[in-house]
């Protein structure tokens, strides 16, 4: 997940939020009652609000570390992979090589022993 991707996901859930902070908010000022008590609900409503949003906003960052962490853990397994096929291509080109080489040079001396016998 990409930096924007997350900053547009946080931003989408804080509006989501403040959304419904902003309605509860005037369903109380609606409300048949005091005005006394509407304001003391709202304030009372609002430290909640907050308080809840605050803990969105660390569990949004929470998720984020460890998604980051993630990736880039996966990165690090796809090096040690992506070394290890390396190590291993260069171990069978090492080896036949070797091949091609001890075939060539039993080669050489079946051309040697034949070219003794017909000459």
């Given at each position: 997940?990409?930096?924007?991707?997350?900053?547009?996901?946080?931003?989408?859930?804080?509006?989501?939020?403040?959304?419904?902070?902003?309605?509860?908010?005037?369903?109380?000022?609606?409300?048949?009652?005091?005005?006394?008590?509407?304001?003391?609900?709202?304030?009372?409503?609002?430290?909640?609000?907050?308080?809840?949003?605050?803990?969105a906003?660390?569990?949004?960052?929470?998720?984020?570390?460890?998604?980051?962490d993630?990736?880039?853990?996966?990165?690090?397994?796809?090096?040690?992979?992506?070394?290890?096929?390396?190590?291993?291509?260069?171990?069978?080109?090492?080896?036949?090589?070797?091949?091609?080489?001890e075939?060539?040079?039993?080669?050489?001396?079946?051309?040697?022993?034949?070219?003794?016998?017909?000459?």
């Amino acid at each position: 997940m990409s930096e924007r991707e997350n900053n547009t996901a946080t931003v989408g859930a804080l509006m989501l939020l403040a959304g419904g902070i902003i309605g509860a908010g005037l369903a109380l000022m609606y409300a048949p009652q005091s005005g006394a008590k509407t304001r003391k609900d709202l304030v009372k409503y609002g430290k909640k609000a907050r308080r809840r949003t605050q803990e969105a906003v660390e569990v949004v960052e929470d998720f984020t570390e460890q998604v980051t962490d993630m990736a880039e853990l996966v990165g690090e397994r796809a090096s040690e992979i992506l070394e290890k096929g390396k190590d291993m291509a260069y171990g069978a080109k090492k080896g036949l090589l070797k091949a091609i080489q001890e075939g060539e040079a039993r080669l050489e001396k079946e051309r040697s022993r034949l070219s003794k016998l017909i000459g």
